[in-house]
């Protein structure tokens, strides 16, 4: 395989992942997922 199509499907591979964490942030709630890990803290200023 060459090292373009590595490079599409791990992006494809990324981008599946961060739709999959929002909708369980989304289903369990910000607090809860940020307490679980699944997101990231961004600091004011």
Request: charged residues 20%; glycine residues 14%; positive net charge.
């Amino acid at each position: 395989m060459s090292h373009h199509k590595l490079q599409e499907l791990r992006g494809r591979r990324e981008f599946m992942a961060n739709i999959g964490r929002g909708m369980l942030t989304a289903s369990v709630g910000s607090t809860m997922a940020l307490d679980l890990g699944l997101t990231k803290t961004f600091a004011a200023g």
